[in-house]
């Protein structure tokens, strides 16, 4: 008799917002960069993604399922993490016998992201960490996270990074088969246990000009993203994780702006320019300035992906003067904790107050999370239908 167990394996994902940004392609098919990148791994708590890898003989071919809609797995990405981790489990199977053929059963996979997908919070980053961390546990896979994050780079480079929770750095490698382009960790979360991010989401839309689209473009055209590859993000490089190490805020927040400023100029530099940022977007800059004018140092510090949404970096230790200084622009936003601290009046001027009030849709406090996460909460039932949430 046929076996027609439904194997099946859990895992959850975060995000990553990087503060030295990945930007162009040395080669897109194997999703290689043209530089490294570091970024904070977010809590799990407020933004992850969940995943169920399934198998089975009952499966009539591969299917991925994403906030309850039918996604396409025809796209080279989504076939290459397939191909390479079926890959790694038929050696496994080649070398002991006794373990079941999961190798070519179909793969059913069933995710769903607790926040707004392609909208500038590293949708896909989260997502392909997850399939990957997922199906690797469903095959038993010894793999370490910086040999999945090989396999997860293919998928969406930046989700290299969401394979470790803490401070990570993707490292570019030089090798043409990219065996040497992946991340590793520069520090645990329990090394700065008290950064924190504010992000304001600006636009929960999907954006107009796609990350893949819009490094195309840059690197085809832009004078100024060849001085970025060649000398602004090597050194950056080199500061942040002097930074991290030595728990260096003002370094960290220095680097972290400056980085998201060129990596910006490169977009309005492109022919024909891109621009992710918007109105709201320069106002929570300016709010920033204003914060750390404030305060007379450095206490917080903005990034931008390549969308509107405003992450902001700071310590606990600064929260009330950080939070209290947005408080009179959020205190009306769903996700801003009102009870957290008291208002501080009259930092930000009543112009950016009037722009962050309109254009903050939502705003999500969290801080830096842990890596991905096993657990038995399955989104595929024992049966192999898709479970009722």
Known sequence: MADTTVYRASTTAPVNIAVVKYWGKRDAKLNLPTNSSISVTLSQADLRTLTTASCSTIFTSDSLTLNGEDSDISG?????????LRARRAALEEKDASLPKLAALPLKIVSENNFPTAAGLASSAAGFAALVQAIANLYQLPDSPSELSKFARQGSGSACRSLFGGYVAWRMGEKEDGSDSLADLVAPASHWPSMRALILVASAAKKGVSSSSGMQQTVASSGLFQERIKTIVPANMDLMEDAIKNHDFEKFAEVTMRDSNSFHACCADTYPPIYYMND?????????????????????????????????????????????GFADALKAVSGFEQGAVAAVAGVIDETVTSILQEGVTRVIMTGVGEGPQKTEEFLVDADGTTSKR
């Not at 080279?76 to 390479?84: G, K, L, V, Y």
């Not at 204003?290 to 902001?312: E, L, Q, R």
Request: proline share 2%; glycine share 6%.
């Open 76 to 84: 080279a990405r989504t076939q290459a993490c397939f191909r390479e």
């Open 280 to 324: 709201t977007s320069r106002a929570a800059v300016r709010a920033v300035e204003a914060i750390n004018a404030k305060a007379g140092k450095t206490i917080a510090a903005y990034t931008f992906d390549a969308g509107p949404n405003c992450v902001v970096y700071y310590l606990d230790e600064n929260k009330d003067a950080v939070l209290g």
